[in-house]
């Protein structure tokens, strides 16, 4: 009796065209600036002294950071209505729940091919760099589209840890230091001109000492750890 032959047909990989539609469109949309946000402030000016007000801001960067959309214009919105500190709450809240949204997004999208990216050439480059340094580094960095970072650590199953800690890092320096240029100049008659060379030199420095830091992590030979005979 002549079996039937068997043959294995490949999955086309849907979802991971699909997400890197979305990460490619933020990224256009990121650099385009095509979100008006002057509407969202004149809104957010009626309703700025309401409880629920600063939390839908939070809320809206979340949900705008998971499908890869633009979010600095919240660092606008929450710079010009509150002050640094309550701004730069709201930055980070929104900015970590938007990111961890986005990693968990990517990484179901890329689950039926996990395996295949994991075993791929180009994983293992991007591997070797996504240590805590360079993570930090990265997010640091001025405008550097969040959606990158966010779905390719989810698609490449960056540790959680590592991923929540570099976004925090990178997420409370930006946002201080942004919300606090944007609170300053909130009277400004230009407010393109606000986010200037004094309010980013800071973000290319602690960029720089996340990389500096990382080459002197691997330049130095590690410590052979020597047990401790009087602890047991």
């Known amino acids: 009796m002549i079996q039937p032959e068997i043959q294995t047909k490949r999955k086309f990989p849907v979802k991971l065209i699909l997400l890197g539609v979305i990460i490619l469109g933020g990224v256009i949309l990121h650099h385009t600036g095509i979100f008006d946000w002057y509407r969202f402030l004149e809104i957010g000016e009626y309703y700025a002294h309401t409880w629920w007000f600063p939390p839908l801001v939070v809320i809206v960067k979340a949900v705008l950071y998971m499908f890869a959309l633009p979010g600095s214009s919240m660092y606008w919105i929450s710079g010009i209505l509150f002050e ?26 890329s689950h039926d091919q996990a395996e295949k990216i994991q075993s791929s050439r180009f994983f293992k480059v991007i591997r070797n760099h996504s240590d805590f340094a360079t993570l930090s580094a990265v997010r640091s960095l001025p405008n550097f589209p969040h959606s990158v970072i966010n779905y390719g650590a989810g698609m490449l199953r960056v540790p959680m840890k590592r991923f929540l800690l570099s976004t925090l890092i990178g997420f ?26 004094h309010t980013i030199l800071p973000l290319i420095g602690l960029t720089l000492l996340f990389v500096v830091g990382k080459f002197l992590q691997r330049k130095l030979p590690e410590q052979p750890i020597e047990a401790d005979n009087d602890k047991v």
Not at 174 to 196: M, Q
Request: glycine share 8%; net charge neutral; hydrophobic share 50%.
């Open 84 to 109: 640094p500190l309550i701004a730069t709450i709201i930055v980070v809240t929104g900015g970590v729940l938007g990111a961890v949204l986005a990693y968990r997004f990517s990484q179901s999208m």
């Open 172 to 197: 409370t320096a930006k946002g201080y230091l942004y919300t606090s240029a944007i609170h300053h100049a909130a009277t400004a008659d230009d407010l393109s001109d606000v986010i200037k060379l």
